[in-house]
């Protein structure tokens, strides 16, 4: 089993920054994915940003420019920098990560809110 925790959410006003990070602990397999996905009541989960072995990252159009998500792959862990924060990322903030045999895990999710 792998276990991810999170931390850094909180509440912050517009134009803000939070930084969220992810530790994965527990019995590792190569992790191939690792990143951040965010829903907000009656809303699918959606991906918001994601590395992936090899160097590729991926982005949520609405956060590109804002955001940036870092990996550090000796230590398994993942952190998102959230900058210019806006009213609509408020959510709750999973981590998530994906190991080379396939099997996904889950955070217990971390909340963001982004308000005046």
């Known amino acids: 089993q792998v276990q991810l925790v999170e931390s850094g959410g909180g509440l912050v006003k517009p134009g803000g920054s939070l930084r969220l990070s992810c530790a994965a602990s527990?019995?590792?397999?190569?992790?191939?994915?690792m990143g951040w996905y965010r829903q907000v009541p009656g809303k699918q989960r959606e991906l918001v940003a994601e590395?992936?072995?090899?160097?590729?990252?991926l982005y949520h159009d609405s956060v590109k420019g804002r955001f940036t998500i870092s990996r550090d792959n000796g230590k398994n862990t993942v952190s998102l920098q959230m900058n210019s924060l806006k009213p609509e990322d408020t959510a709750v903030y999973y981590c998530?990560?994906?190991?080379?045999?396939?099997?996904?895990?889950w955070g217990q999710g971390t909340q963001v809110t982004v308000s005046s």
């Open positions: 998530h990560a994906t190991d080379i045999l396939g099997s996904g895990y």
């Open positions: 590395c992936i072995s090899g160097g590729e990252t």
């Open positions: 527990g019995s590792i397999v190569n992790i191939y994915r």
